[in-house]
């Protein structure tokens, strides 16, 4: 292209005239996040092993993970591309079942043994991590099947397909042994016997890798087509984008992530039964989406927090806790229709940048109810 | 059929001799009338491109949406850096046009060759891998990216960071990254947008949404730039900028544009020919002087005078 070639100019993103902006490197952003997880890891870890953090509030911690991993990769469909599939909980059971499948066929040949997984030997590492992509690659080559097709339709028809796809697959795995005569899925009483390798640390871990991947995919250019065509599918077309691969992508990813979050939580709760995996579990995912705000990544994060803890916590009025929760949920919707953070999305950096920069938010409008306000904090002291 | 629009090329043209080309560029497309002359197919083009192959040609395009035939007998071809206009009255198909050159409608009848080489049966995006980008009548903007994403994603083809190395974060991403984010401010400085970059794109004003649109298609590396009514809803002083402007990006990038338009001001303005089109046909082709006196323009405008002839 022939541009007239003006003196490069500084990367300067603001470009704006006025004093210099203090702008952070990028190593040293990366440090500073990579200190902040490391910090949630240690303190999370110290108060598990510790005993402050009982064993059942241990795996409420579990299935916080499991949701933060099910939210954010169901956001990538819906929020970031704008898709509303209602089969979540499909690609879930699959991961869930491929990945118990292979852990447990695996485990004699590998000489690996349930306990193996606490004790954390490097062979049963690697067969753990082999597992759940195992789990995430067959929830995606689903994702492939059925968003090839299901992609050309738009709106309430790809919800009905997905949701269609989500009861087959609920439907197979409950016939899938009395059908074809294998010892596999174990029918309608369910997959039983799976080790019990889901622990606080490997699911802090996949729930960092996971974020970091998503967000890694999303703000480079195919993040940039997915989110084009969200905006405007005609527009993206026209400027280039080739929106099949991108839609498929898309869709594709959300479905792998579904599939890793589902293998750990077959190793969080022991037992896989098809009855789990209904409709109702999609809508819940969703909820959680909606309800984060749609396009946030630390909207889904939080809100798939709270609304596991929520149910644990209410348990004592158990009569009543399905009534407090449809009641935040009208509230909410009420009041946030666009979600509770709407497309916020923090960022650690932009935040001590701001802070070094003598932009504090205390000084001004604060930038929406900073929930990680304290990470930040904390963070700052370690950097 | 290629070989049939090829033929329509003036005698004595090996089409991309680089010679023609630099005469092109020497004689400068700037300002002032030029001289328009008459190729066997009736076509015009501006002197200055005759050496060469005229980058878009349109061969007798026609389209019908069940009986209705929305454009008919269609036919242009357009110099390589030619600015031209169609103009006609409402629903003349004049958008259905840039729908048929685009490949978003599959037309009926006829061929549309992109630098001799025919478009049929290719999508939207290989149409715009291989030269040509539009803007729309309503602007569409990816509203809630910003400016700057806006163009990137212009450039989205001529990024070339595989998805691993981008997810890993691998220098060769961070290096393309800041490539292209040199590369879009610069892109914006033509229109002046350069301190916008990080603003949304959808709190735009609706004159720089208009103008994001045609910088995020020269993003694309158009041979042929398609303006959809580049200045509606633009006051007198903005019309005034935008044809500078105009004229500007064809000097830049030499490239070749055609736009759509109802202001007659631009059309005169900058346009070195003009087609009119009327009920899906063109009536009457040639330079904006020559089309406002030709009588079956003013007919299809303000309609017959009783009594006259």
């Known amino acids: ?383 | 059929m290629p070989k049939e629009g090829r033929m329509s090329v003036p005698t004595g043209g090996d089409g991309t001799s680089p010679s023609a080309d630099a005469v092109g560029a020497q004689g400068g497309p700037r300002r002032g009338r030029s001289v328009l002359v008459q190729m066997e197919t009736p076509n015009l083009i501006p002197e200055r491109d005759l050496g060469s192959l005229p980058v878009l040609q349109a061969e007798r395009l026609g389209i019908d949406f069940g009986g209705l035939t929305a454009v008919d007998d269609f036919s242009i071809a357009l110099g390589r850096t030619e600015i031209s206009g169609i103009i006609g009255p409402n629903g003349a198909g004049k958008t259905t046009i840039f729908n048929l050159l685009t490949n978003v409608y599959k037309p009926t009848r006829g061929t549309i060759l992109l630098d001799g080489v025919d478009t049929a049966n290719k999508s939207m995006v290989q149409v715009n891998k291989m030269g040509i980008a539009r803007t729309f009548q309503n602007i569409r903007l990816f509203d809630k990216m910003t400016v700057a994403e806006n163009v990137l994603v212009g450039f989205t083809n001529a990024m070339s960071s595989s998805l691993v190395a981008d997810i890993l974060r691998l220098p060769s991403h961070w290096r393309q990254e800041e490539e292209f984010r040199d590369r879009t401010l610069s892109l914006l400085d033509i229109f002046g947008m350069r301190g916008l970059a990080d603003e949304t794109a959808g709190n735009l004003p609706y004159g720089a949404q208009r103008r994001l649109e045609i910088l995020r298609a020269l993003a694309t590396q158009p041979k042929v730039l398609l303006l959809d009514e580049p200045a509606a809803g633009m006051n007198p002083n903005e019309t005034e900028e935008l044809m500078s402007n105009i004229q500007l990006i064809r000097d830049e990038f030499q490239i070749a544009i055609l736009l759509i338009e109802h202001d007659m001001q631009l059309v005169s303005g900058v346009c070195e020919g003009v087609a009119v089109l009327d009920y899906g046909k063109i009536i009457s082709k040639g330079t904006p002087e020559e089309i406002q006196n030709d009588p079956r323009v003013i007919e299809a405008y303000l309609g017959k005078q009783v009594g006259v002839r």
């Open chain 1, 1 to 383: 292209m022939r541009t007239q070639t003006t003196d490069k100019p500084v990367i300067s993103l603001g470009a704006t005239a006025g004093p210099v902006q203090r702008r952070l490197s990028m190593p040293m952003r990366y440090a500073m996040n990579a200190l902040l997880v490391l910090a949630f890891l240690l303190v999370g870890n110290l108060l598990v092993d510790g005993g402050v953090i009982t064993r059942y509030q241990t795996t409420v911690l579990e299935q916080v993970g499991i949701y933060i991993i099910m939210a954010v990769s169901l956001n990538v469909a819906t929020g970031y591309l704008g898709q509303l599939p209602l089969g979540h909980a499909g690609f879930m059971s699959v991961g869930g079942y491929a990945c118990a499948i292979f852990l447990m066929r695996l485990e004699p040949v590998f000489g690996v043994g349930a306990r193996d997984f606490v004790t954390g030997s490097p062979a049963a590492l690697a067969l753990l991590v082999l597992a759940l992509l195992f789990g995430g690659a067959v929830a995606a080559v689903c994702g492939i099947i059925i968003g090839v097709p299901a992609l050309r339709l738009k709106g309430d028809y790809l919800a009905i397909i997905t949701l269609g796809f989500a009861e087959i697959i609920r439907v197979v795995m409950q016939n899938v042994d009395a059908v074809l005569g294998f010892e596999l899925t174990g029918g309608a009483k369910g997959l039983t016997g799976i080790p019990s390798y889901t622990n606080f640390v490997n699911t802090f871990a996949v729930v960092a890798v996971s974020l970091f991947v998503i967000h890694a995919l999303m703000k480079s250019r195919h993040g940039r087509a997915i989110l084009a065509i969200r905006d405007n599918e005609v527009a993206a077309e026209a400027s280039g984008v080739n929106v099949t691969y991108y839609k498929t992508l898309a869709f594709v990813a959300s479905a792998f992530f579904a599939g890793v979050g589902g293998g750990l939580y077959a190793g969080c709760v022991g037992v896989m039964a098809p009855a789990k995996f209904g409709f109702m579990k999609s809508i819940e995912i969703l909820v959680m989406v909606v309800l984060g705000g749609m396009g946030s990544m630390i909207g889904s994060v939080l809100s798939a927090t709270v609304l596991t803890i929520l149910p644990e916590a209410l348990r004592a009025f158990s009569d009543y806790r399905m009534v407090a929760y449809a009641v935040v949920l009208i509230l909410v919707m009420i009041f946030r229709p666009q979600g509770l953070l709407g497309s916020y999305d923090f960022s650690l950096s932009r935040w001590v940048e701001n802070a070094l920069n003598g932009r504090l938010p205390w000084k001004d409008a604060p930038v929406a109810a900073d929930p990680g306000d304290h990470d930040a904090k904390e963070a700052n002291v370690h950097a």
